[in-house]
């Protein structure tokens, strides 16, 4: 039985359950993550060292360090381009980062024939330069931007939400 294995996906937390289970607002959800377990600890001084012992040190020290040249201990750019990630991890596909030159997409979704190049944005600048390239490229793509404005919809019904782009 050696090598036998059941692969059991458990995800983050969106910020509707987050909301729903916690009462967590979208920017204490974008501030404590989609982590249920340490959820009890928020308004406590163990939060910090609960997400430190239990997620941080489990995943970036013991998985991540041990087998990657890591160069920058800056692993993550921003929450909310993670968080559209994490959403992203759970529609059946696969995920993609894309770069050619300057130009650069978050994340490419391939499900079947169907490719969705998508950007995620959370300040004011609104740059699809990265976009219209992979677009230029990829002509049956479907472009999508995410923003803060928009990912309440995105969340709630994601393939909904990238196929109406």
């Known amino acids: 039985m050696t090598g036998r294995f059941q692969l059991i996906r458990v995800f983050h937390w969106n910020s509707h359950e987050s909301r ?9 959800h974008l501030r404590y993550g989609g982590y249920p ?5 928020i308004k406590t001084k163990n939060w910090a060292s609960f997400v430190k012992q239990s997620i941080v040190a489990t995943v970036i020290e013991k998985d991540i360090l041990q087998y990657q040249n890591v160069k920058s201990p800056a692993l993550f750019k921003q929450a909310f381009e993670l968080l ?3 959403e992203l991890c759970r529609i059946e596909g ?7 030159g300057a130009f650069e997409v978050d994340f490419v979704l391939k499900i079947g024939k169907k490719i969705y190049a998508i950007e995620v944005k959370s300040g004011r600048r ?3 330069k990265g976009l219209l390239k992979f677009k230029e490229k990829n ?27």
């Open 20 to 28: 729903t289970g916690y009462d967590l607002s979208f920017d204490e």
């Open 84 to 86: 559209v990630g994490a």
């Open 94 to 100: 696969d995920l993609y980062y894309w770069r050619e």
């Open 37 to 41: 377990g340490s959820y009890p600890f």
């Open 126 to 128: 609104r740059d699809k």
């Open 139 to 165: 002509p049956t793509s479907k472009i999508v931007l995410i923003t803060e404005e928009n990912y309440a919809s995105f969340e709630k019904a994601p393939m909904a939400f990238l196929d109406s782009a």
